[in-house]
T-cell receptor, first 116, second 118 residues
Framework: AQTVTQSQPEMSVQEAETVTLSCTYD???????LFWYKQPPSRQMILVIR????KQQNATENRFSVNFQKAAKSFSLKISDSQLGDTAMYFC????WGGGAQKLVFGQGTRLTINP | NAGVMQNPRHLVRRRGQEARLRCSPM?????VYWYRQLPEEGLKFMVY????????ESGMPKERFSAEFPKEGPSILRIQQVVRGDSAAYFC????????????????FGPGTRLTVT
C-alpha cells in the first residue's frame, strides 16, 4: 500500500516570500502520478500541479513548481512570490498509474498562512 | 461545462437516521470517487464506481455504508443509522472514462457535503 507523509502541519510566511512545502511517499510502483491540491477555507479542492513519475523534468505552473526526487521519493512544492490568496491547506497526493483511473492517496496536509 | 455537483452542501442528521449524499459528475465523466475528510485530516478514499458497477470499495466501512452509481442519475453515498463519528466532509470526484492523456487522469472535485450528526 502507498503512503504519503507531509511533515509540516503548519507554515507561515510573509507576502512575496518564497515557501517550500515538503512531501515524501512510499511505494513499490515504478509508474505513478503525484499531485498537489489546495483547499482554501471554502473547502473546494483545487489542483495546483501534477507530476508524472516517468518525467525527469520538474513540473511548473506559473508561481508554483515542484522538486521531484524519484530515488528519494520526495515531492516538494515551491511557491514563489507568495500572495494572500495562497493561504490554504495544501495536500500532497499519490496515484498509481495504469489500468485506467485510480484512487488518490493523500497526505495529512500542511496549513499555509501568508501574512500581509 | 458544469463542474462536479454535490448536494446537499450541508446535512444535519440525528443519531440513528439515514444520510443520503448525491454527486453528479462532470459531463462526459463516467468514473466517480468518494472521499471522506475528518476534521483537521486529509481526504481518505472510500469507493470508486463506474456506471452500474462498484470497482473498488476497499475504503468503505464494512457496515452501514453503501454507494451506487446507476445508469441514470447521480451517484449516491448512503449512510444508515448514522453515529457522531460519521460527522465529516464527504467529497465526490470524477474523471473521464477514456483518458486521452495524462491530464485526463486528473480527478475533479465537487464542493463537498458537510455531514453533522447530532
Amino acid at each position: 500500500a502507498q503512503t504519503v507523509t507531509q511533515s509540516q502541519p503548519e507554515m507561515s510566511v510573509q507576502e512575496a516570500e518564497t515557501v517550500t512545502l515538503s512531501c515524501t511517499y512510499d511505494t513499490s510502483e515504478s509508474n505513478y502520478y503525484l499531485f498537489w491540491y489546495k483547499q482554501p477555507p471554502s473547502r473546494q479542492m483545487i489542483l495546483v500541479i501534477r507530476q508524472e513519475a516517468y518525467k525527469q523534468q520538474n513540473a511548473t505552473e506559473n508561481r508554483f513548481s515542484v522538486n521531484f526526487q524519484k530515488a528519494a521519493k520526495s515531492f516538494s512544492l515551491k511557491i514563489s512570490d507568495s500572495q494572500l490568496g495562497d493561504t490554504a491547506m495544501y495536500f500532497c497526493a499519490f496515484m498509481k498509474w495504469g489500468g485506467g483511473a485510480q484512487k488518490l492517496v493523500f497526505g495529512q496536509g500542511t496549513r499555509l498562512t501568508i501574512n500581509p | 461545462n458544469a463542474g462536479v455537483m454535490q448536494n446537499p452542501r450541508h446535512l444535519v442528521r440525528r443519531r440513528g437516521q439515514e444520510a443520503r449524499l448525491r454527486c453528479s459528475p462532470m459531463k462526459g465523466h463516467s468514473h466517480v470517487y468518494w472521499y471522506r475528510q475528518l476534521p483537521e485530516e486529509g481526504l481518505k478514499f472510500m469507493v470508486y464506481l463506474q456506471k452500474e458497477n462498484i470497482i473498488d470499495e476497499s475504503g468503505m466501512p464494512k457496515e452501514r455504508f453503501s454507494a451506487e452509481f446507476p445508469k441514470e442519475g447521480p451517484s449516491i453515498l448512503r449512510i444508515q443509522q448514522v453515529v457522531r463519528g460519521d460527522s465529516a466532509a464527504y467529497f465526490c470526484a470524477s474523471s473521464p472514462l477514456f483518458p486521452k492523456d495524462s491530464a485526463s487522469y486528473e480527478q475533479y472535485f465537487g464542493p463537498g457535503t458537510r455531514l453533522t450528526v447530532t
